[in-house]
């Protein structure tokens, strides 16, 4: 009985809002996806889980479907083509697309029009209108402010600095030590390089998600393997904080260092960071 490594996704069509499972094997050359019936409203799908998200209804073409007879669906497909693989494993043979789809249609009592052909996949886009995509649905989620988006743009801005040309469909590991390696050259602290990256690769694992598009594992998992050492921790005991706060200075007759003291201490009370004191 042989191993046969596959890969399986469940994705909204952007073109549509069709829920879809794309599978592939065969070192990736082999891909069939698969319509499932359902549709699904963008901002209700979990990206991360590849599913409908908890408790939501979706709304789409006159149509309506909750998130429990989506996800059911979607592990339906899974199991069929689970078996469908472990059936040609037994056999010590590698399914072809067709026969995939075959296996899948008859298990499921599915019609050969359902199937979605690979090669209709859209065409690809550029770092720049990923990016874009990426910041307006995710800053739309989780609420990001400006600050938050720039910080993004900027890891973006860097890596094409370090790799004009970069595509979101071809990213490799090489692509990932010429940033690092870009990163020392322009003397930036090892502390902000692993930040920046950290800061790029959720944006990478993002575009991972994204129909037609496969960032390689290793570029996921990339470590800079820059030493940072770790920051020594000063601070007050609450005696010592208390007695900051009556501390009574001299000549200070224009209370310069008194209000200085009293912003610092209401910021030690109360948990304020500097930024959001103004």
């Not at 429990?68 to 693989?85: D, P, V």
């Not at 307006?136 to 600050?147: A, F, I, L, M, Q």
Request: with cysteine; charged share 30%.
């Amino acid at each position: 009985m042989i191993e046969i490594k596959y890969n399986i996704r469940n994705l909204v069509d952007k073109r549509d809002n069709r829920v879809v499972v794309r599978v592939r094997w065969n070192n990736k050359r082999n891909e069939v996806g698969f319509t499932t019936g359902f549709y699904a409203q963008q901002e209700k799908w979990d990206i991360d889980q590849q599913k409908a998200k908890k408790g939501t209804t979706h709304q789409i073409v006159g149509r309506c479907a909750t998130a429990t007879e989506i996800n059911r669906c979607l592990s339906e497909f899974k199991e069929s083509i689970a078996a469908c693989f472990q059936y040609f494993a037994y056999h010590n043979s590698v399914p072809t697309s067709n026969q995939l789809k075959e296996f899948v249609n008859k298990d499921l009592n599915r019609n050969e029009k359902e199937i979605v052909v690979a090669d209709t996949m859209p065409q690809k886009e550029t770092m720049e209108q990923m990016l874009e995509h990426f910041l307006d649905r995710c800053g739309k989620e989780k609420n990001w402010d400006y600050k938050c988006k720039e910080k993004y743009e900027q890891a973006y801005q860097h890596i094409m600095a370090a790799n004009p040309g970069i595509k979101p469909d071809s990213i490799t590991i090489e692509h990932m030590l010429k940033l690092r390696d870009w990163y020392v050259e322009h003397e930036y602290k090892n502390r902000t390089i692993n930040k920046q990256l950290i800061m790029l690769k959720a944006f990478l694992k993002w575009i991972n998600q994204q129909e037609g598009y496969d960032v390689p594992s290793s570029v996921l998992n990339f470590s800079s393997n820059l030493k940072v050492l770790k920051k020594t921790v000063t601070y007050l005991k609450y005696e010592e904080l208390l007695h900051f706060a009556h501390f009574k200075f001299e000549n200070d007759d224009s209370g310069r260092l008194t209000r200085a003291r009293d912003a610092w201490c209401f910021m030690a009370f109360t948990s304020l960071r500097v930024s959001d004191l103004d």
